[in-house]
C-alpha cells in the first residue's frame, strides 16, 4: 500500500497557503476603495510572496527526500509523490512568471484583486490535478483550474474580443467537462471505483462484452483532456481564446492550464489504454504528427504575435505527445516528454510575456509593430528571440535537449516500433518549419525599421521576468543535467502493464 496523504503533505500545505491568500486578497480589497496604483502593487506582491513559499515547499520535500518517488496510482485522493512533485514544479514557475509580469501589464486597470485572486485559484487547480489519484478528485481539481480561467480569459469586460475569446473558451471547456464526467461515470459502473489505481487494475481483466465500453471511456479521456492540451482535432477554440484573453492571461493558459491537462492525461489516459490490452501507440504517433504539423501551418499564416503563439503551443503539444506514444518502449521516452514540458512552461511564458511588455509599450499585437524592436525594446526583443530559438530547438538552448531526447527516443524505438523513426523525422521536419516564421519574427525585430524608431521604456517588471527566463534557458541549455535527472525521477513506474502494453517496456 502507498503512502496515504496527510495534512502535512505538499498538496494539501500549497493548497492552503495559495486558498487562504486567494480569499484573502479580494477580503482586503473589500475595505479599499482609493485609486491608484498602490492596490496592484499591493496585491501582486501578496500574491507572488503566496507562490514563492508554495514552490520553497515544494522543493524543501523533494530535496529533503520527504515525497514518494514517481507511482502509477496510490490509495486515497491524493499522492505526495515525484510526478505531482514535478508538475508543481513547472505550473508553479508560471504562475510566479504571470504574476510577476502582472504587475506592468494590470497598471491602471480595475479590479487588480479579483484578477490575481483568481490566478491563485487556478494554480490550486492545476497543483492538484497533478497529485490526483482518485477521478472525482480529479474532476473537482479540473473545475476548479478551469473556472477562473474562464474570468480571466474575458477580464477585458469592455473588449469584444475578450468577450468572444471568454465565450468559446467557456463552451469548449464545458464540452470538455461534460466529456470527463461522461467517462468518469462510465468507469465507475464498470469497475465500481473512482480511485485511478483500482479502476485501471479492473480493466485489465474487463469482461469482453465491456470492453467497447472501455474503450469508449478512454476516447471520452482523450477527447476531454485533449481539448486542454490543444491536441489537434480539439484545437479549434485555442487560437481565438488565446489572442482575445489578456496576453498575460495567455501565457498562463499556454504554459500552464495545457501542462495540468497532460498531468491528467498521464496519470489515466496513458496507463488506462495499456491496461485494455490495446495497440494505441501508433494511434497517438499519428496524432502527435497531426498536431505538431497542423500547429505548425497555422503559424506561418498568422499577423498577430499572441495568436502565431497559440498556433506554436499547439505545435509543441505534438512534440510532448512523441514521448506520450512511445511510453511502452522507453522511459527515455516520457523523461522526454516530462523534460520539454517544464521547458516548454518557461518558454511559451517568456513568449507570451514579451508579447505582453509590447502591448503594454506599444499597444499593439500587431506584427508589424514588431519591426525594429531590437533597438526600440532591446531586452525584450532578445528575449523573445532566445525563446522562439529554444522552442525550434536550437542547440544549446534548453529546448535542444528535450527535443533530441524525444527524438532520440524514436530512433531507438525502431527495433521494436518499426514507426519510431519517421516519427522522428517529422519532428526535426516540423522543427525546421516552425524556424521558419520564428525567424520572421526575428527579421521584423532586427532587420526592418519602423515609421518611429525612437527607444521605448521597457516594462521593469516584465524585464525582470525576462530576464529571470533567459539565465533559465540559457542556464539549462548549458547544464541541463539537474533538469533531466528531475525529469526521469519523476517517470512513473509502468510496469504494471508489461503483458498488457504492446511493446517491451524498459523496466
Given at each position: 500500500?502507498?503512502?496515504?496523504?496527510?495534512?502535512?503533505?505538499?498538496?494539501?500545505?500549497?493548497?492552503?497557503?495559495?486558498?487562504?491568500?486567494?480569499?484573502?486578497?479580494?477580503?482586503?480589497?473589500?475595505?479599499?476603495?482609493?485609486?491608484?496604483?498602490?492596490?496592484?502593487?499591493?496585491?501582486?506582491?501578496?500574491?507572488?510572496?503566496?507562490?514563492?513559499?508554495?514552490?520553497?515547499?515544494?522543493?524543501?520535500?523533494?530535496?529533503?527526500?520527504?515525497?514518494?518517488?514517481?507511482?502509477?496510482?496510490?490509495?486515497?485522493?491524493?499522492?505526495?509523490?515525484?510526478?505531482?512533485?514535478?508538475?508543481?514544479?513547472?505550473?508553479?514557475?508560471?504562475s510566479?512568471?504571470?504574476?510577476?509580469?502582472?504587475?506592468?501589464?494590470?497598471?491602471?486597470?480595475?479590479?487588480?484583486?479579483?484578477?490575481?485572486?483568481?490566478?491563485?485559484?487556478?494554480?490550486?487547480?492545476?497543483?492538484?490535478?497533478?497529485?490526483?489519484?482518485?477521478?472525482?478528485?480529479?474532476?473537482?481539481?479540473?473545475?476548479?483550474?478551469?473556472?477562473?480561467?474562464?474570468?480571466?480569459?474575458?477580464?477585458?469586460?469592455?473588449?469584444?474580443?475578450?468577450?468572444?475569446?471568454?465565450?468559446?473558451?467557456?463552451?469548449?471547456?464545458?464540452?470538455?467537462?461534460?466529456?470527463i464526467?461522461?467517462?468518469?461515470?462510465?468507469?465507475?459502473?464498470m469497475?465500481?471505483?473512482t480511485?485511478i489505481?483500482?479502476?485501471?487494475?479492473?480493466?485489465?481483466?474487463?469482461?469482453?462484452?465491456?470492453?467497447?465500453?472501455?474503450?469508449?471511456?478512454?476516447?471520452?479521456?482523450i477527447?476531454?483532456?485533449g481539448?486542454?492540451?490543444?491536441?489537434?482535432?480539439?484545437?479549434?477554440?485555442?487560437?481565438?481564446?488565446?489572442?482575445?484573453?489578456?496576453?498575460?492571461?495567455?501565457?498562463?493558459?499556454?504554459?500552464?492550464?495545457?501542462?495540468?491537462?497532460?498531468?491528467?492525461?498521464?496519470?489515466?489516459?496513458?496507463?488506462?489504454?495499456?491496461?485494455?490490452?490495446?495497440?494505441?501507440t501508433?494511434?497517438?504517433?499519428?496524432?502527435?504528427?497531426?498536431?505538431?504539423?497542423?500547429?505548425?501551418?497555422?503559424?506561418?499564416?498568422?499577423?498577430?504575435?499572441?495568436?502565431?503563439?497559440?498556433?506554436?503551443?499547439?505545435?509543441?503539444?505534438?512534440?510532448?505527445?512523441?514521448?506520450?506514444?512511445?511510453?511502452?518502449?522507453?522511459?527515455?521516452?516520457?523523461?522526454?516528454?516530462?523534460?520539454?514540458?517544464?521547458?516548454?512552461?518557461?518558454?511559451?511564458?517568456?513568449?507570451?510575456?514579451?508579447?505582453?511588455?509590447?502591448?503594454?509599450?506599444?499597444?499593439?499585437?500587431?506584427?508589424?509593430?514588431?519591426?525594429?524592436?531590437?533597438?526600440?525594446?532591446?531586452?525584450?526583443?532578445?528575449?523573445?528571440?532566445?525563446?522562439?530559438l529554444?522552442?525550434?530547438?536550437?542547440?544549446?538552448?534548453?529546448?535542444?535537449?528535450?527535443?533530441?531526447?524525444l527524438?532520440?527516443?524514436?530512433?531507438?524505438?525502431?527495433?521494436?516500433?518499426?514507426?519510431?523513426?519517421?516519427?522522428?523525422?517529422?519532428?526535426?521536419?516540423?522543427s525546421?518549419?516552425?524556424?521558419?516564421?520564428?525567424?520572421?519574427?526575428?527579421?521584423?525585430?532586427?532587420?526592418?525599421?519602423?515609421?518611429?524608431?525612437?527607444?521605448?521604456?521597457?516594462?521593469?517588471?516584465?524585464?525582470?521576468?525576462?530576464?529571470?527566463?533567459?539565465?533559465?534557458?540559457?542556464?539549462?541549455?548549458?547544464?541541463?543535467?539537474?533538469?533531466?535527472?528531475?525529469?526521469?525521477?519523476?517517470?512513473?513506474?509502468?510496469s504494471?502493464?508489461?503483458?498488457?502494453?504492446?511493446?517491451?517496456?524498459?523496466?
Amino acid at each position: 500500500m502507498e503512502k496515504m496523504v496527510d495534512l502535512l503533505s505538499t498538496p494539501i500545505l500549497v493548497t492552503i497557503i495559495l486558498g487562504v491568500v486567494g480569499l484573502a486578497i479580494p477580503a482586503i480589497d473589500a475595505g479599499r476603495r482609493e485609486k491608484g496604483t498602490n492596490r496592484n502593487k499591493i496585491y501582486s506582491a501578496i500574491a507572488f510572496g503566496a507562490l514563492i513559499v508554495s514552490l520553497g515547499i515544494v522543493f524543501f520535500r523533494v530535496f529533503t527526500g520527504e515525497v514518494l518517488p514517481a507511482v502509477a496510482f496510490a490509495e486515497g485522493v491524493l499522492v505526495d509523490d515525484m510526478f505531482g512533485s514535478f508538475f508543481a514544479v513547472a505550473l508553479l514557475l508560471v504562475s510566479l512568471m504571470i504574476t510577476a509580469s502582472s504587475w506592468n501589464y494590470m497598471k491602471g486597470r480595475s479590479n487588480p484583486a479579483a484578477y490575481y485572486s483568481l490566478i491563485l485559484l487556478s494554480t490550486i487547480g492545476m497543483v492538484l490535478i497533478a497529485y490526483s489519484t482518485d477521478l472525482v478528485m480529479l474532476l473537482v481539481a479540473w473545475e476548479l483550474m478551469s473556472l477562473p480561467t474562464y474570468a480571466l480569459a474575458g477580464f477585458s469586460k469592455r473588449d469584444p474580443i475578450s468577450n468572444e475569446a471568454a465565450i468559446k473558451y467557456f463552451m469548449f471547456g464545458a464540452l470538455s467537462s461534460a466529456l470527463i464526467v461522461f467517462a468518469i461515470g462510465l468507469v465507475y459502473g464498470m469497475t465500481g471505483t473512482t480511485n485511478i489505481g483500482d479502476s485501471i487494475r479492473a480493466m485489465t481483466n474487463l469482461d469482453p462484452t465491456l470492453m467497447p465500453v472501455g474503450l469508449l471511456a478512454v476516447v471520452l479521456f482523450i477527447a476531454g483532456f485533449g481539448f486542454k492540451m490543444g491536441l489537434v482535432p480539439f484545437h479549434m477554440w485555442l487560437p481565438d481564446a488565446y489572442e482575445g484573453s489578456p496576453t498575460t492571461i495567455g501565457g498562463l493558459l499556454a504554459a500552464g492550464t495545457k501542462k495540468a491537462g497532460f498531468a491528467a492525461a498521464l496519470r489515466v489516459v496513458v496507463l488506462g489504454m495499456f491496461a485494455l490490452n490495446a495497440d494505441w501507440t501508433l494511434t497517438l504517433a499519428i496524432l502527435a504528427v497531426f498536431t505538431m504539423t497542423i500547429g505548425n501551418l497555422g503559424a506561418i499564416m498568422q499577423r498577430s504575435v499572441p495568436r502565431m503563439l497559440a498556433y506554436s503551443s499547439i505545435a509543441q503539444a505534438g512534440y510532448i505527445m512523441i514521448g506520450i506514444a512511445l511510453a511502452p518502449y522507453s522511459d527515455q521516452a516520457l523523461s522526454g516528454s516530462l523534460f520539454h514540458i517544464i521547458n516548454h512552461a518557461v518558454m511559451k511564458s517568456a513568449g507570451f510575456i514579451a508579447a505582453a511588455a509590447v502591448a503594454v509599450a506599444l499597444a499593439s499585437y500587431s506584427l508589424e509593430k514588431y519591426r525594429g524592436l531590437g533597438r526600440r525594446m532591446p531586452i525584450t526583443a532578445i528575449t523573445l528571440s532566445i525563446a522562439l530559438l529554444a522552442l525550434a530547438g536550437v542547440p544549446p538552448l534548453n529546448g535542444f535537449w528535450s527535443k533530441l531526447m524525444l527524438f532520440g527516443a524514436a530512433i531507438n524505438a525502431g527495433p521494436v516500433a518499426e514507426w519510431g523513426p519517421w516519427l522522428a523525422i517529422a519532428g526535426v521536419l516540423n522543427s525546421a518549419l516552425s524556424l521558419g516564421y520564428y525567424a520572421w519574427i526575428m527579421r521584423k525585430m532586427y532587420m526592418e525599421e519602423g515609421p518611429d524608431m525612437s527607444k521605448v521604456k521597457e516594462p521593469k517588471a516584465m524585464v525582470a521576468v525576462l530576464v529571470f527566463a533567459v539565465v533559465f534557458m540559457v542556464g539549462f541549455g548549458i547544464w541541463h543535467a539537474p533538469l533531466i535527472d528531475f525529469a526521469s525521477q519523476a517517470v512513473p513506474d509502468l510496469s504494471f502493464v508489461s503483458n498488457a502494453a504492446p511493446g517491451p517496456l524498459s523496466r
